[in-house]
């Protein structure tokens, strides 16, 4: 059961957790761990001008700016430094890895990229479905040292960029708070705060985007910008669901959270068989559930195909158990069930698969993994819900996780934040575990899947679970917010600093 829960919360919430989204990712001036100042920050003028031709990078300059933190390609412990969650990605070869403890070191780094002409991206999580956050013949800015969480009397939280989730959760839960976030433990909440923010309580409380106040960013130019709803409102707009590393790198960001409440978790196995009428009940559950319930149907594949249901129910468990009624009555009666009433912090651990454990062990036991993944968005009911559970049948190594929508997040407009899918069912998420070796064939089996889920009408795409071979990813990822995004784009970073193959600017 709980390596059950592991897979399934790394599905779930692994963004583009790499720190790049966006903006990419770390925290302020010269405080120490990521807590930076919202207050007294200047900002210049977006640069406008081109940059000249390209000088070769002085990395012992930025080794002396950044105090010594800098590992390069022939260094001792480069290749630990360079590695991601997905270890497909272990053979990226970028050339150094800055170490950032402060604005300052993070304006040093973009600094050289710009007169160098180095590609650059933000790291925290490390978990960048295409590996983007460690990019070849590129500086990595990794932010993970910058992970401060300082919860003020006010009910707002500040939270460095280079945070993990378990980090967030726990400091929060000290502190009886709550913000909607995912559950992989080591996911940095940098990459799935700027690439919208699915999560558990999402239909509850809304995207984790949505819970953003403000926010610092170096932009291209080398400028520390404090961006809110009334200061630089167009990049604040941006920075809610615009993804993957476009306008610079955050330092850190200011939520708005909620008292901590009780969360009743549970899970759901169905015999062999009864996949395509679970998918069906839970299309009905969800057609008119209350904001408080959140559940994700899994579809293990193989012959024959394994299905789950695995949620919860912001309330007690008498809350709850006239919806699993409900759910039984169409679905039929599960052959395991667990529920069981836990804190807003235990519930969030048991998402994550970490039980009592710290938040230290929590993260060291996350395994890294290969695989292959995309997504799609299920925008209403699917007429022939067998349809998608014979994509996996007889395909033991592809999964498909689909994941609830609606409630509070569909309460915000489309183009009131840059999160396009407010109006979705759920996501789907195609996994493909795999090895080094079979990354072709795996890529080929999510590729079939996701082009099979568009012809029954499952189109467009969650950017936290990036894929390079996304067909029209600009619109997909984006949909009608793509055109505004990439004029935000243009105006803080005119000479595509920040440029990676599935940038705004490349759409």
């Not at 590992?71 to 590695?83: H, I, L, N, T």
């Not at 901590?260 to 169905?270: G, Q």
């Not at 395509?276 to 969800?286: D, H, I, K, P």
């Not at 209403?380 to 007889?394: H, M, N, R, S």
């Amino acid at each position: 059961m709980i390596n059950r829960l592991n897979r399934r919360s790394f599905l779930r919430v692994t963004g583009l957790g790499a720190a790049v989204a966006t903006v990419g990712s770390c925290s302020d001036g010269e405080n120490t761990a990521g807590t930076g100042n919202l207050s007294g920050t200047t900002t210049s003028a977006v640069t406008t001008t081109s940059r000249p031709a390209p000088v070769p990078p002085d990395w012992n300059a930025l080794r002396e700016r950044l105090g010594g933190a800098l590992v390069q390609s022939s260094e001792a412990g480069y290749d630990e430094a360079r590695r991601s969650v997905n270890t497909l990605y272990d053979n990226h070869s970028p050339l150094a890895i800055a170490y950032c403890t402060t604005v300052d070191h993070i304006k040093a780094c973009v600094e050289l990229a710009r007169v160098s002409h180095t590609p650059l991206a933000a790291r925290s999580g490390g978990h960048s479905y295409t590996g983007y956050s460690v990019p070849d013949g590129g500086l990595v800015v990794d932010v993970r040292r910058m992970s401060g969480v300082d919860v003020r009397p006010d009910g707002t939280v500040m939270v460095g960029a280079g945070a993990r989730l378990i980090d967030v959760y726990t400091a929060l839960g000290a502190a009886g708070r709550c913000l909607p976030a995912g559950s992989c433990p080591t996911v940095g909440i940098a990459g799935l705060t700027l690439g919208g923010g699915l999560g558990v309580v999402a239909r509850k409380y809304g995207l984790t985007c949505d819970r953003l106040v403000g926010a610092q960013v170096v932009t291209a130019d080398g400028a520390l910008h404090t961006v809110s709803q009334a200061n630089e409102p167009d990049l604040f707009w941006a920075l809610r669901g615009g993804g993957g590393g476009n306008f610079g790198i955050a330092t850190s960001f200011t939520f708005s959270t909620e008292p901590s409440p009780d969360v009743t978790v549970f899970h759901l196995d169905y015999r062999d068989g009864a996949a395509a009428t679970v998918v069906g009940a839970w299309q009905e559950l969800f057609a008119s559930a209350p904001d408080e319930l959140w559940a994700a149907v899994a579809l293990d594949g193989g012959s024959p195909v394994k299905c789950s249901v695995s949620g919860c129910f912001v309330g007690p468990q008498s809350g709850l158990m006239p919806l699993l009624d409900r759910l039984a009555r169409t679905a039929g009666k599960p052959s395991n069930r667990l529920v069981q009433q836990k804190s807003y912090l235990d519930a969030m651990r048991y998402f994550a698969g970490c039980g009592n454990k710290t938040a230290e062990q929590c993260a060291a036991d996350s395994p890294r993994s290969a695989f292959m993944a995309s997504s799609r968005i299920l925008s209403g009911p699917l007429t022939d819900p067998a349809a998608l559970v014979a994509l996996v049948d007889g395909r033991p190594d592809l999964n498909l996780l689909v994941d609830s929508l609606g409630g509070a997040v569909a309460r915000i407009a489309p183009e009131d934040t840059a999160f396009p899918h407010r109006a979705a069912l759920g996501t789907v998420q195609i996994y493909h575990k795999t090895t080094k070796d079979g990354q072709a064939a795996a890529a080929r089996a999510v590729a079939e899947t996701r082009d099979a889920l568009a012809r029954l009408g499952v189109r467009g795409g969650y950017v936290n679970y990036i894929e390079a071979a996304m067909p029209d990813w600009g619109v997909a990822y984006y949909g009608a917010n793509l055109n505004r995004l990439g004029s935000v784009a243009r105006r803080y970073d005119p000479d595509d600093v920040f440029s990676f193959p599935q940038s705004i600017q490349q759409a």
